[in-house]
């Protein structure tokens, strides 16, 4: 039987640096299988990339794109079985460009990230019915 879900929790940090050439949802998932984290977020990142995978809203494949790219924001949802992440990115020109972060994302400088925990809780996915994707369930721990 699971225990009511509370709206209130403690939370952990940790904090990395992404070297250049490195996934980072590659890295991300290692890092959540690597210190067991079960309802991971993105606290804060800054960084830049060489190589961008995008979803964009109501696509289904990918838009990939190398070149020199800064972060301008980079937030999500990250479990042991799955991420649900949002890039939004911009060129040397300052355009920008966002959507659902995709494996293929490599750093170019540098990413530090930070990312947080809600110990009181467990993230995973199922099947949502009127989405058509895995969605989040929080359940408490």
Do not use: W
Request: aromatic content about 4%; glycine content about 10%.
């Amino acid at each position: 039987m699971n225990k009511p879900l509370s709206p209130y929790s403690s939370a952990r940090y940790i904090a990395i640096r992404l070297s250049p050439g490195e996934d980072v949802i590659l890295t991300l998932r290692q890092q959540i299988q690597q210190h067991n984290l079960q309802a991971a977020f993105i606290a804060g990142s800054v960084g830049s990339l060489t190589d961008v995978a995008l979803r964009f809203a109501g696509q289904e494949n990918s838009h990939q794109t190398s070149g020199k790219f800064e972060i301008v924001s980079l937030i999500g949802t990250l479990d042991a079985n799955g991420e649900h992440l949002h890039l939004a990115v911009s060129d040397e020109n300052g355009h920008m460009s966002g959507g659902h972060m995709m494996p293929g994302c490599t750093v170019r400088t540098t990413l530090e990230l930070v990312i947080g925990e809600l110990e009181n809780n467990t993230f995973i996915r199922e099947h949502c019915p009127l989405s058509g994707y895995d969605e989040l369930v929080i359940t408490s721990r």
